[in-house]
């Protein structure tokens, strides 16, 4: 199949690799020529552009972008997609944007003959460059069947979410839990060895009784607790603290317009901005453990 693909970063570039792998024929489009250069080494073809992208005999469309004002400059712009793109050919959103957004997208493509899916991503560069990553998709359930072989060839759970939009509820709503549980996992563990035990001890207790979770398992803030985790390497790679804090950001937001209380996620999301207020954003988001630990410099 020929795909276009936009958005080139750490997520897109590798999920784009993994298209050509499947023995897709892609094309690539992205602002940074050496990101284009390097999918072109692999096998790609380069566009101009994003219309250079519609108007290539493609059947299907890929983007991956930072954020809800760039996926409309994308699809709505007098050079975006829409503009130029085939009827019938499918679009498929994984960045990660507010449901409201997602909606309007959609439905612009949909009027013109377009079907759309928003397919956001859990888990991280890891699983993008593995292929192993987790697909929440909002749209029609024949478009979700139809995408299925474009999205396997770069994930490895696919799950259809019910109607647009519903794929970035599904991401804001994980993401929202994830970075409350971080804060509750820095905050008991930063406690616990203030109160004098050893941190590997405190975790191993947590991780066999009910404060069980990812982020204390898996992703652990404490540093040393867990030798692949960002927080024994200075908190490099990851989950950047800025991409947490953007992800409450659309929870919040979209809590707002549907008149639902948030009021963890606010929380959460104020205890992020101040870590990246305090130069911390580009650390993981485990890093969040900084504002409760006195000895480290935060």
Known sequence: ???????????GGPMARNLLKAGHSVTVYDPAAAAVAALVEAGAHAAASPAAVAQAPVAAIVTMLPAAAQVKQVYLGQDGLLAHVAKGVLLIDSSTIDPLSAREVAARAAAQGNPMLDAPVSGGTGGAAAGTLTFMVGGEA?????????????GKNLVHCGASGNGQVAKIANNLLLGISMVGVAEAMSLGVALGMDAKVLAGIINTSSGRCWSSEINNPYPGVLDNAPASRGYS??????????????????AKHARQPVLLGAAAQQLY???SLKGHGGLDFSAIIKLYQQDQPA
């Not at 024949?142 to 770069?154: K, S």
């Open 1 to 11: 199949m020929h795909i276009g693909f936009l958005g080139l970063g750490n997520m």
């Open 142 to 154: 024949a478009d979700f069947d139809r995408a299925g072989p474009i999205l396997a060839a770069m």
């Open 237 to 254: 790679g990851g989950f950047g603290a800025e991409l947490m804090l953007k992800d409450l950001g659309l929870a919040t937001e979209a």
């Open 273 to 275: 901005q101040s870590l």
